[in-house]
């Protein structure tokens, strides 16, 4: 899945709608990419400010260490990662937590 997001740019582009889309009212909002994905995002700004409502200043910032599908999102009441690792990890965490039930449930059944 990594490479189909790092060959993708679309991806890219859904993972930004979801961060942004609840936004609502900022003095400002500051995205912060990796230097991979710089261009792709500066040149989709219009389309993401347009997801952003009420808000004063957007801008994008450039991280040159960070990894391809890096994206944080800073606003004067919050900073999220929505970065696609981070993403990852919660799903992954959430089905660690499924497999941990599933045992539980099944070690009850053969005990009985």
Known sequence: MKKEIDE???YLLILYEEALKDIKTESF??????EMQSEFA???IDLFRAKVA???D???ITDKNAERGTMVVETAKTVADASFA???DEINAVLDRMKE???IS???MISE
């Open 54 to 56: 009420n808000i004063g």
């Open 42 to 44: 500066l040149r989709n």
């Open 101 to 103: 039930n599933i045992n």
């Open 29 to 34: 909002v500051t995205v912060t990419v990796s």
């Open 106 to 108: 099944a070690a009850g």
């Open 86 to 88: 981070v993403q990852m």
């Open 58 to 60: 957007f801008k994008i």
């Open 8 to 10: 993708k740019d679309e």
